[in-house]
C-alpha cells in the first residue's frame, strides 16, 4: 500500500529534507583532493546529531548483506555505484567522481537525497555522465504530479539516459519514503512491467533517484558486503531527490 501524507506530515518530510540538503551543500564543498570518505562522515554525523536527528543508514540491516550499514553516510568512488562505506584509507583523488547519499529521521519522517561530486577538475567523459544523470533526475521529478503513473517517472529517466549513450542500473531502485525510509511503491528508473504501475496521487513522496552507469549497467557487491560496484569498471553517477505530489505539483524535500 502507498502511503500518502497530509500536509502536517509533509511540512515534517520538508524539514527533514531541508536537514539532508544542508548537508549535501557543506560535504560536496569540503570535496578535493587529499580529503578522506571518512572526513566527509565524521562532518555529517555531527551535523546529524546537533539537529537533534538520527541517522537513517547507520545500523540499517538488510539480509542480503547480513551485517548492518556502519556509517552515517554512503561514500562511493568512480565504479561503486551505491552503498561505498566511508574509510580513512579512500583518499579522494583529483579526477575522482564521488557519490554521497545520506539519509536522516527527524520528527519521526524519513528525508534521503544523494549527489555525485567530482573531486578537482574531471574529464569530459565524466562531466557528461554527470550532467546527464542529474538532468534526468529533473525531467524525473517533472513528471512527478497527480493523475501521471509511476512509469512516466521511470520513463523520463529512461528515454533521457538511454539516448544518450548510458546505460540504468536496474538492481538498485528509488522508493516511497515517510514514517519509513523505504515504503512502497519501487521506483525504478526504467520502464519494469514486472512491478505495478500505479496512478500517482497527492500527498505521495518518492525518492527519485537514477543511477546510471557509462559502460554496462551490471553491478557486483564487493566483500564488506555492502559497496555496489559496475561489473565493467566503468563509472557510475547517483543522484536523488525526494519529492512530493501535490495539487501544485511536484515539491522537492530535499533542497536547501
Ligand atoms: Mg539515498
Ligand atoms: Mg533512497
New binding site residues.
Partial sequence: MIIRKSPSELDKMRASGRLVAEILDVLSGMVEPGVTTLDLEVVAEKMVNDAGAKAAFKGYYVPQAGRRFPCVLCTSVNEEVVHGIPSKKRKLLEGDIVKI?I?VQLNGYFG???TTVPVGPISPESERLLAVTKKSLELAIEQAKAGNRLFDISGAVQQHVESHGYTIVREFV??G?GAK??EEPHVPNYVDPKVKNPRLREGMVL?I?PMVAAGRPETQVLSDRWTAVTKDGSRAAHF?H?VAITENGPWVLTVK
Wanted: charged share 30%.
Fill in positions: 547519499d539519509g534521503d537525497s544523494a528509488g522508493h519514503i525510509l523505504h525518492a533517484e536523488e525526494c
